[in-house]
């Protein structure tokens, strides 16, 4: 072979190889899979945002229009105004019975209308009332007399609180943006052991408890953990612990903080005249004993029973006492309430009532130069000044439980401890923060 034609022969022979490389690595190329490729580009689709609701009812299409109850307003004048027809009303009203009486339907309370647009004209479709901050009842204005109860979703967080009380804890608690709960829910814990008619400034209080929320709005306290209220130099401790199938609160030392008789018979007033033998009668004008406590608070504060015990007197005092009841609640202790300015639905002479059970109202029946509640208590048939009373604890920790319940309630304490002597360093201000999860 001429040496001429190598480099030809070499030309073809890497055209050849080249050719014949790609034949084989194209070869087994398949088509495309169009399912496969479809479902991976769907896959990258976001899906669609869930429509948005109020009170579990999809907004699209509707008209909402919102509403606060009027004194007087009824859910018949309410659902008149939007020309729902009556016999829709009534079969509501009935429905409702075992759901929420429509009748106690409170003024100052928010509803809700959703309707839908017909030949230019609303159509009212569903009702809602809040019933509470959390729940609330929906009606259908449809004709099918559909009644339903429900909760908005509450979260909870921890939080910790400590407080120095300058005049009340109400104030304390108001004057600082805090839950106004806060101050009820303490009050009831602590109202076997702390005087809060005798709050001294300097008092404080550390507590641990779930605060709940709706749409990041407080709206109540969910459950106190611990807490412990500085009075008068000395700290009383409340933990919630669990005994005999129940929550209560006890203390550090296992004892139970419900006494036989309430603190007091009202919540949140002052004592404008204390027990002495010698007063001054306001209307009289001549010097007499007065053998009780008066509470000044406003006409129609609700005023409970101090403990368990039986109504003996109900009706009209002749010497001046106005509308008044009397408890007999063992066979050593009496309680007497005056000055009413009326009394609870169904009470009765005769009938057995329950510590904290509502009885009657503050009045300024009798001789009486203003709204406030004359109370008393006898022992043993004898006056005594109710503010000195010490009435002995229930229901203590079991003594086969004290040792689960020291190391249940240590982390609790020392938690408490450790806020107190925090807000010792630094005591220009309430202090409020994230609790830890115990």
């Not at 300058?166 to 108001?174: M, Y």
């Amino acid at each position: 072979m001429k040496r001429k034609y190598i480099p030809g022969l070499i030309l073809l022979f890497i055209v050849g190889f080249s050719l014949f490389w790609c034949h084989r690595q194209f070869s087994g190329i398949k088509t495309p899979d169009t399912t496969q490729l479809a479902d991976s580009v769907q896959l990258n689709i976001a899906p669609s945002p869930p429509p948005e609701t109020l009170y579990g009812i999809v907004k699209d299409s509707f008209e909402i229009e919102t509403g606060t109850i009027r004194y007087a307003q009824s859910l018949a004048t309410i659902l008149s105004s939007y020309n729902v027809d009556y016999s829709v009303i009534h079969g509501l009203a009935q429905a409702s019975k075992k759901v929420f009486d429509v009748r106690k339907m409170k003024t100052g309370n928010s509803y809700t209308v959703f309707s839908r647009m017909k030949d230019s004209l609303k159509v009212p479709t569903w009702f809602v009332y809040e019933i509470d901050p959390i729940e609330y009842m929906v009606m259908s204005l449809k004709g099918d007399t559909t009644v339903y109860r429900e909760k908005k979703t509450v979260t909870l967080k921890r939080k910790n609180t400590v407080g120095v009380i300058e005049t009340s804890l109400w104030n304390t608690i108001n004057e600082n943006d805090l839950n106004p709960y806060l101050a009820l829910d303490l009050s009831d814990i602590f109202a076997w052991t702390v005087d809060f008619f005798g709050l001294e400034k300097g008092d404080r209080f550390s507590v641990i408890y779930d605060e709940q929320f709706i749409d990041s709005i407080p709206v109540r306290i969910g459950h106190i953990y611990a807490a412990c209220f500085h009075h008068r130099g000395t700290p009383y401790y409340a933990f919630r612990y669990e005994q005999d199938s129940a929550f209560s609160f006890f203390d550090e030392k296992g004892a139970s903080l419900k006494k036989a008789f309430l603190k007091a018979p009202l919540k949140f007033s002052r004592i404008s005249s204390r027990f002495t033998n010698s007063r001054l009668h306001p209307i009289l004008k001549i010097r007499r004993p007065h053998h009780g406590v008066d509470y000044a608070a406003a006409a129609g504060t609700p005023v409970y029973a101090l403990g368990d015990g039986r109504v003996t007197h109900k009706g009209w005092d002749t010497k001046g006492g106005g509308n008044y009841i009397k408890i007999r609640h063992n066979s050593v202790y009496t309680t007497v309430y005056m000055h009413l300015s009326g009394f609870a639905k169904g009470l009765k002479k005769g009938m057995n009532v329950t510590q904290g059970q509502l009885i009657g109202y503050v009045g300024s029946t009798g001789m009486a130069t203003g709204p406030h509640l004359d109370f008393r208590v006898y022992k043993n048939g004898r006056p005594i000044d109710p503010l000195t009373i010490k009435a002995p604890p229930v229901a203590p920790i079991h003594e086969e439980k004290m040792q689960e319940y020291m190391n249940f309630i240590a982390p609790w304490k020392e938690r408490l401890d450790s806020l107190t002597f925090s807000h010792q360093l630094n005591p220009d201000s309430v202090f409020v923060g994230l609790g830890p999860l115990l």
